[in-house]
């Protein structure tokens, strides 16, 4: 039995020879390295059962949350440095240096049994006699998930449920909530909360008398609660150890504490009291407004700005503030500023950080991707944790490695994740680290297909049965597998698994008493798997429509374009066409009629909100979820002009302006935007220090600005190179080429990031990435393109580098790939028309070349040659290689090389067009706007135009 007395109790007795002064201090003794390899948590329960209804507080997701992320929001005990432990001072919290003979006897019992007979046959009733019984029993509790070798989650969770079975079972705990609950009145009410906080932790129910009667007269005195009172109350009623059917009314019952808890925080004036505020806070994060958020800001920078916060000893506090980022996302993503101030408090602290700590402030700064200095301070931190297994008894070595790999992918070699990954999968443990599992293998590329395959299938078995939205959330995140060195993952039996699960959920229970967003998310899996809906389901949908929010309208808008391009691959065979009309199947028509709604509920949400109250990021999915085949202006504008707006108040972070550019990034609608591109650089420019940010965060902005041909200002350049040279070991291969190729075409690219570049070091990592691929040849192929596409830029634009050309052989290799555009069929008639045109102004076939390339094979659509005369050259006599000649591309654009908005031409036609210049060509940019405008209606007028151009040139 858990109940008696285990050897574990041993490795206390040092600790019982400490004078009890000494004891009372228990952040400040550190312990012997040989006790460091203790379990420093205890268990966390990965999810709970639920209704349908959405619970609109945060609660943990298998899918989404590792058990890392838990352990934040477990305990009200816990501190955060490396060498203490969090089990040290749950005997002594109350009374440290009492000289109570009982209360030292109730301090140090071995085990339940004594606690529960010392406590229930005194004979004279104090108070701190039962405070202390019950301290003393959530000691041993937290004590019993390290017995028996818990070495997983599920260990602990067993080993706790055994603990609370036992102990209620026995009747001298039933007498025990007998004697609290005749004597509340007894209790000073910071004691009487910390009982209320234990007994749920023991899974006495809310509804016990005890707990009924604690919870009435605790609200009864909430005016004159302290913050110790009130943070022990958040933490028992949060339900995180205990199912709860109505777990939000529960969670309803603290809303009367809020005006309490604002008064407190307004009058906080210690850090550990600021700690006790920030329990509250996370735990009663669905009740905490904007204002009171506002107001923990002004007291969390007052501390920092006074120095109070600079010293390790406050890491409990930041950590608790971590906390609170997971537990308030939305809002943090709209307050960047102070996110930066809290990460920055960190820097040369994470040293003293715990591997939970650790993996937590990873996550965090992953996200935000600032500052930069303390990214590769965790990570340093990281790597000694896996390095000396300090993971073990703290957190999944999962966990710590999942961090690790997501900023250097390379870091572990293959063999070894795999056979990580693989032991997880084939474990029965594999639904706590699902979350773990996915992102490693996302993040690290398809290097096993079979291992991935029975990843997903292993974990359709194991949630299933979870909670409903489980399965949804994986399914979702299925069709996110992408890998930069693997491409799209898909399994076409783990879809029919999951249409199947859906449409029998659906048809099990009316799909309208859904929540929207649920019932949205569900909409879009099916469609995204190619399930078509049937009548009933379909006009649910249509009545349910107007109250799906932007999250809910994006899932479906990504499954109805997954669909519309699929539909384009398999009819034309080229993503970028429009699919005529009559081609179009009865299910592709549904299809669009369904695209349209959604596009149609985007403005009409947006609109009749005018704007003023959605958040940046619904802004930007809204700006996602309208169709990408034609360019609503109005709409656009509206959006944008919401955008600036939300920008230059302030209300964003480099999350949020990552997710703005991802959002105007479509595959065939160029949108420039000058306005919020440059407001969006001027916030990038305006942050405490730029070069603090992450080149992964500022490359999606670069990225953008390159698409739609706008060069922004120098400055922002020149950070962006720096950020560039020192973040390329953490960045995939192919973006790190991308960016320093958009950086070639800007004139900006330093000389040390080209020596960088081309370097024996960078090029082993390009190797090692070509390994990860594993037997996908997609990812070595863009490697090899972008790296010849820099290499090309860099002799050409930077001789003096004196870098060499050494892609001859691999473009010869490939020339055929490298210099064919893929066109649509607009694109290609235009092109038809052009050389129809250019041979009737040259003389025939004989002086066009038709998809030519340059020297170092920039692609030509036709090339032309003029003598010295003016006169066209016969590109196929072998006499005229020798003669003085001018040489012409003829380039004929696509409708996407041009922005819809500007008309200004993209970032890599302008690329090509400048390349070419510098190889000594004459460029003819033929636009299709004014081939095909009233102006050039006549075949007279193209070939005129044509005409007109060259001779220039010729002259000139």
């Not at 398999?570 to 299910?587: A, F, G, H, T």
């Not at 999350?655 to 916030?683: N, Y």
């Amino acid at each position: 039995s858990l109940l008696q007395e285990t050897d574990v109790e041993k490795m206390y007795r040092v600790m019982r020879v400490l004078p009890r002064a000494m004891r009372c201090q228990p952040r400040m003794c550190l312990l012997a390295p040989k006790h460091r390899t203790f379990h420093l948590h205890p268990s966390v329960q990965c999810s709970e059962k639920a209704l349908p209804s959405v619970d609109f507080s945060r609660s943990f997701s298998k899918v989404t949350d590792n058990n890392a992320t838990e352990l934040y929001f477990e305990e009200i005990f816990e501190h955060g440095f490396t060498g203490e432990d969090p089990l040290f001072d749950l005997r002594n919290y109350f009374y440290p240096e009492s000289e109570d003979p009982h209360v030292i006897q109730l301090s140090h019992a071995g085990c339940v049994l004594e606690v529960l007979e010392i406590v229930t046959k005194l004979e004279e009733f104090k108070h701190q006699h039962i405070t202390q019984a019950v301290a003393t029993l959530h000691h041993l509790q937290k004590l019993s998930g390290f017995v028996g070798q818990a070495d997983h989650y599920e260990d602990y969770r067993q080993n706790r449920v055994i603990f609370n079975e036992q102990l209620r079972e026995h009747e001298m705990f039933e007498t025990l909530c007998d004697i609290i609950h005749k004597n509340i009145e007894e209790f000073p009410h910071n004691e009487l909360a910390f009982l209320l906080m234990a007994l749920r932790k023991f899974s006495e129910p809310l509804s016990s008398p005890a707990l009924r009667d604690i919870y009435l007269h605790l609200q009864k005195n909430l005016d004159s609660l302290d913050i110790e009172a009130l943070s022990y109350m958040s933490v028992g009623f949060r339900p995180r150890f205990h199912i709860d059917r109505y777990r939000m009314v529960w969670r309803l019952g603290l809303a009367r504490a809020m005006p309490r808890l604002q008064h407190l925080l307004l009058n906080c004036q210690t850090p550990e009291d600021l700690r006790k505020v920030v329990i509250c806070y996370y735990n009663m994060a669905a009740l905490v407004s904007d204002k009171m958020m506002k107001q923990l800001v002004v007291k969390v920078t007052e501390f920092i700005e006074s120095g109070e916060l600079s010293s390790p000893a406050q890491l409990p506090l930041l950590c608790k503030l971590l906390a609170l980022m997971v537990a308030k996302s939305d809002w943090h993503e709209e307050n960047g500023d102070y996110v930066l101030l809290l990460l920055s408090q960190f820097k040369g602290k994470t040293k003293f950080l715990r591997p939970v700590n650790a993996t937590m402030l990873s996550r965090i700064i992953n996200i935000y991707g600032e500052p930069v200095s303390l990214f590769y301070e965790v990570y340093q931190r990281q790597c000694e944790i896996l390095e000396t297994k300090q993971f073990q008894g703290n957190l999944p070595m999962v966990s710590c490695l999942n961090s690790v790999l997501r900023v250097n992918s390379s870091a572990l070699p293959l063999k070894e994740v795999e056979e990580v990954l693989e032991n997880i999968i084939d474990s029965h443990h594999l639904v706590d680290h699902v979350a773990d599992v996915y992102t490693i293998m996302r993040t690290v590329g398809i290097f096993n297909n079979n291992l991935v395959d029975k990843f997903f299938m292993k974990s359709f078995e194991a949630l299933k049965d979870s909670e409903s939205g489980e399965l949804v959330k994986f399914a979702v995140r299925y069709t996110n597998m992408h890998s930069k060195y693997t491409g799209t993952y898909y399994n076409k039996l783990f879809e029919d698994k999951i249409v199947d699960f859906v449409v029998k959920q659906m048809q099990g229970y009316n799909p309208i008493s859904l929540h929207p967003i649920e019932f949205a998310r569900r909409i879009g899996i099916l469609i995204t798997f190619g399930h078509h809906l049937d009548a009933d389901i379909y006009q649910k949908f249509q009545n349910i429509l107007p109250q799906i929010n932007a999250d809910g309208l994006l899932s479906i808008a990504r499954g109805l374009e997954f669909q519309i391009r699929k539909n384009r691959r398999e009819i034309l065979r080229v993503s970028s066409n429009p699919v005529p009309r009559d081609l179009k199947s009865p299910y592709m028509q549904w299809i669009e009629e369904m695209s349209m709604l959604v596009s149609k509920a985007s403005e009409a949400k947006l609109l009749e909100r005018g704007g003023l109250d959605a958040n940046v990021i619904d802004l930007a999915y809204l700006m996602r979820t309208n169709r990408t085949d034609f360019f609503d202006e109005e709409f656009f504008h509206f959006v944008k002009d919401s955008l600036i707006s939300k920008v230059n108040g302030g209300n964003v972070s480099m999350k949020i302006v990552g997710q703005i550019c991802s959002a105007l990034r479509t595959p065939r609608v160029k949108i420039e935007s000058p306005e919020l591109l440059d407001c969006l650089v001027q916030f990038f420019l305006s942050r405490p220090d730029p070069l603090e940010v992450h080149t992964d965060m500022v490359g999606k902005l670069v990225s953008y600005c390159y698409d739609t041909g706008n060069k922004p200002e120098q400055k922002f350049l020149d950070v962006v190179g720096q950020g560039l040279l020192r973040d390329i070991d953490s960045l995939p291969g192919v973006l790190t080429l991308q960016l320093a190729h958009i950086l070639c075409t800007y004139n900006s690219i330093p000389k040390p990031l080209v020596s960088a570049l081309f370097s024996n070091e960078f090029m082993g990592k390009l190797d090692s990435e070509m390994e990860m691929s594993s037997d996908r040849k997609h990812y070595p192929k863009l490697l090899r393109k972008h790296l010849m596409e820099l290499n090309r830029a860099v002799v050409l634009r930077n001789p003096e580098f004196g870098v060499p050309w050494f892609h001859s052989k691999f473009c010869q290799e490939n020339r055929k790939e490298l210099t064919t555009i893929r066109r649509s069929l607009e694109s290609i008639s235009l092109k038809e028309e052009v050389s129809e045109q250019l041979h009737a102004l040259t003389g025939g076939w004989r002086f066009v070349k038709e998809d030519s390339h340059s020297e170092y094979y920039n692609p030509i659509d036709f090339e032309v040659h003029y003598d010295e005369r003016g006169h066209p050259v016969d590109l196929n006599s072998s006499q005229n290689v020798k003669r003085k000649v001018k040489k012409f591309a003829i380039q004929v654009l696509p409708p996407t090389g041009f922005t819809v908005d500007t008309k200004k031409m993209t970032g890599s036609f302008q690329s090509t067009t400048r390349e070419l210049e510098l190889q000594g060509w004459h460029v003819i940019n033929v636009n299709p706007l004014s081939w095909n405008s009233m102006q050039m209606a006549e075949s007279r007028a193209k070939k005129q135009y044509l005409e007109q151009t060259i001779a220039q040139a010729v002259v000139l």
